[in-house]
Nanobody, 115 residues
Framework: QVRLVESGGGLVQAGESLRVSCAGS????????MNWYRQPPGKQRELVAS???????TYADSVQGRFTISRDWKRATLYLQMNNLKPGDTAVYYC?????????WGQGTQVTVSS
């Protein structure tokens, strides 16, 4: 069974950096396409960054140039490095994958950016 567990969230000030992680099990982490979503308070969940099976990243316009998605397949861990954080980045961040035609989500990790 696929399991995704996020960690690394916290409270930071605007302009600071934070890295969130997603530990995966039950899937081939080397080839799985993975995504980071976030859900700001009172808003819908939105796609932040994706990484394809061959490692190509894509980003939402709002985070382009500030966030970096990466993975360490040997550790079966997905990362989202977030730099120059803004109060608008405050959200619960979720790891997601579609594996063998099913969607899997982690429990989320809270990131709060104070001004």
């Amino acid at each position: 069974q696929v399991r995704l567990v996020e960690s690394g969230g916290g409270l930071v000030q605007a302009g600071e950096s934070l890295r969130v992680s997603c530990a995966g099990s039950g899937l081939n982490f080397k080839i799985a396409a993975m995504n980071w979503y976030r859900q700001p308070p009172g808003k819908q969940r939105e796609l932040v960054a994706s990484i394809t099976s061959d490692g190509s990243p894509t980003y939402a316009d709002s985070v382009q140039g500030r966030f970096t998605i990466s993975r360490d397949w040997k550790r079966a861990t997905l990362y989202l490095q977030m730099n120059n954080l803004k109060p608008g980045d405050t959200a619960v961040y979720y790891c997601h994958t579609s594996w063998r035609s099913r969607d899997y989500w982690g429990q989320g990790t809270q990131v709060t950016v104070s001004s």
